[in-house]
């Protein structure tokens, strides 16, 4: 993939989503906050747990690194981290307040303190060169990604390593079809159990994210477009989900 492919899928993504991100996110996620977590363990046939061992199992950690979770939600990643890594400073950003309040209590709950920032994630409100490792997670279809990626980048120290993990969209169409299909499903039945009112106009959103959303090798190229190195890709469940590492030089 050219610089031009990745402005393209950018722009195609800024064509549909650009006012959904701009005055609805919000409000899409204060009302699936309380089931986002299950609605993602869905989306992934079951598997999510396991991909998040996955995951968490790539990562080097070293005691009294400073890491950044960004869009941490519900801080999920954040805990499993200082399970592996005790002596981390972790360091939580999320535009969303409904998330991360939901996220504190998860990480209270079992013992764990976490700084929460709740900021646009696509300007972090760190100086340059402040974090060994940033981390994102099941986010960056709601993000302008090149932006995202470059500003994690920029607060990364050199020599920081950037772990990334989400949905991709499925590069074989008949694949990506059957997975979407299913999705809607899923997502509907979810909603059913959660919500009183008829979330057709954010179940539509969420299944749109993926498909405008890059392939794993779209997304690994895009890295290295932006200076990043050692990029590494492990796709999953026939590339609908995959796991990034890359480093900033």
Not at 14 to 40: C, G, H, M, P
Not at 232 to 243: D, E, N, R, W, Y
Request: hydrophobic residues 40%.
């Amino acid at each position: 993939m050219n610089s031009s492919t990745s402005a393209m899928i950018e722009r195609r993504r800024q064509n549909a989503f650009a006012s959904i991100w701009r005055e609805d996110l919000d409000t899409v996620f204060v009302d699936v906050a309380e089931y986002y977590d299950k609605a993602n363990t869905y989306a992934s046939l079951g598997l999510l747990p396991k991909w998040q061992r996955r995951f968490i199992d790539g990562m080097i950690l070293k005691p009294g690194d400073k890491v950044l979770d960004v869009c941490a939600g519900q801080n999920i990643v954040g805990i499993a981290m200082l399970k592996k890594q005790p002596g981390l400073d972790i360091h939580a950003a999320d535009q969303s307040v409904s998330m991360q309040e939901e996220g504190k209590k998860v990480a209270e709950s079992e013992g764990y303190s976490i700084d929460s920032h709740i900021c646009d994630v696509h300007e972090l409100p760190f100086p340059d060169n402040s974090f060994d490792v940033v981390t994102l997670q099941y986010a960056s279809r709601h993000l302008r990604v090149a932006d995202a990626f470059a500003e994690i980048k920029r607060v990364l120290k050199p020599g920081g390593r950037f772990y990334h993990c989400d949905m991709q969209r499925p590069p074989n169409t008949l694949i990506e079809k059957a997975y979407l299909f299913y999705l809607k499903w899923a997502l509907t039945m979810l909603a059913k159990f959660f919500t009183t009112g008829s979330p057709t106009k954010e179940i539509e959103y969420f299944l749109n994210a993926i498909h405008l959303f890059y392939s794993h090798e779209e997304l690994s190229d895009l890295l290295s477009e932006l200076g990043f190195t050692q990029v590494k890709a492990q796709p999953i469940m026939f590339g609908a989900v995959a796991l990034h590492e890359a480093m900033k030089p």
